[in-house]
DNA sequence: GTGAAAGCGCTAACAG
DNA sequence: CTGTTAGCGCTTTCAC
């Protein structure tokens, strides 16, 4: 016998259930959604029954007249799952307690794979569609307007008059620096990746804002390499050294941190160093753990959720781009008390 | 207009291929479908017109009379995503062709929350179901024996009778060390997780069986301070020093590597260090870069996606654990010549 | 070869 | 307040 037999054969439906509480099968529908008038205590008989029997409705069933699948697609081209992870992890979140399961349609940077995951979608009729990237100032490779279901953008770049989620990377940035002039910083730089994306230019604007338009800012790689580097070259030049390296992310820190260490330079006695998105696997190795700014990206998954669902109710929301705080979380490198009280200290399961 | 609204209005069912085709609704299904019989004229003829209006077939029809989903469930309590995310990848590489789209169940090790999933799995009628999880000797907090789809294990524990699929902790471990061993090294230590892991065990039963029972071995933490912290003890110990290390994952030769450079030994011409996960963000970003063993973990998603096809189809599947080959990936921290040709150099793109 | 008709399991008008 | 009836869009016997 099939699996797909032996389902058929021993589920009970909705059928059973009128059967067995006595009443026809509307008045069950009914019953069980809450919906229609009849006494209170058919209404109980006929969800007790229901219970008893273990009744769960055929989503497909429901789903073709009601069409609404309970469903929605969540399109990604982070393969790497560093930034998407969270936003996967908040989304089905905000989700399943209303019911509703996620797709995972991982797309890579590939147009082919999007269309195909779009049409799958599209086929399975999709409540909605939650479109996610590495990159604030990316799109996706594919087109995602006019489908006849909402979209929001959640981390990634969306049409002009679209429903668009990212962190407020200039609020971010600033409460990094000013946490570190607060702990009495004077000659603060700013070493950071690549001019090319918005979020680098976002940050290196807020940081100058808070230190003077001559705050120095050092463009380079996202990578430990490019941290050490940087220090190298700012320690061997003549004059006053800095004493806090506010950095493009956890990475770069860590590389500074290590080329400290190696100088002899005390973190954060002598140097500050903050860094930016909260790796864990990154920001608590580094020797001492680093300092950081989360991007509160769960939360920003669990936000997504929530807007897909309204607009699949077909409550109207507001479009543009909506920008969500980050929060600084405080560990050793830079000094200073520590103020966040979520420390994750996190032990790393691993096999 | 609501959404579903304008989906219902302009979608085109196959009521209306039928009509244009000039052929009934049921000879219109066969059609499409490669069912029945009739001229290849008609087949034909239908297909286009089937084509030209854009016809895409409705999923929850479809699925209502075909009692398959053409969907399966992927249930994960690692949120961290480290292993989960490339056997993720692999499972959907192997499933959207086939026109299977895959439901995220994200569980953390909340049993109450892998029931909700498990249930919204049940009603949404998944062909089948993964079972992912980030130890190969710990189960998901959920019962899924009984249920009426078929599930597949992938590394993580299963019933007795159940399809399982891990990797080969034995050979890769064995490939590791040979491969040190090939390159002349001598005093072989291994420097690995806790001794509660049965991967830990396994990997280090065949150390000892290349290098000999008397190989050493220290457990501690799956941490980078760790590895560190066992560079401490046996540099301090008195009499030979090891020429190589084979570490029980790629944070611990870190540690490992990082400690050695402290103390001026240089990787790899002294000292030889060997990884095991090959996780790009640590074995890449290690100076000199760390020779790994990778479990292949995304080939297990694929392998675990056909076979949950397979079943899904009813086609019969041997029970049993299937043990998939890991390979080492060759990098500068062991000497010797690269072996393998997939190095992926991978620069980290970020915000 | 092709089509009419009967469902799949559930919901929603509309009567009673 | 409850039940009858008519679909949702597609597949599948079974006649013609």
Redesign the pocket.
Known sequence: MRYADVA?AE?I???DVARVAG?????A??A??D?????EA?RTRVKQTAAALGFR??AM??A???HRSFTVGLLTNDTYGRFTLPVMAGVSEALVDQGVSVFLCGIEDDAALGKVHVDAMLDKQVDGIIATGKRIDRRLPVDLSGLPMPVVYAFTEGPEDAITLVSDDAQGAREAVEWLVQAGRKNIVHVTGPETFVSVGERARAFRAVVGEAGRVLHGPWSEAWGHEAVGRLWSEAGDKPDAVFCGNDQIARGVVDALRERGIVVPDQVSVVGFDNWEIVSAATRPPLTSVDMNLKELGREAGRLILELAEGKPVEPGVRQLPCKLVVRQSCGGVRRSSDQQGGVLEEV
Chains 1, 2 share one sequence.
């Open positions: 058929k589920r439906r909705i059928y009443v026809s099968v509307a008045t529908s009914k069980l959604n919906t229609g008038r009849m006494t058919t409705p055929n069933a429901r073709l007249t009601k």
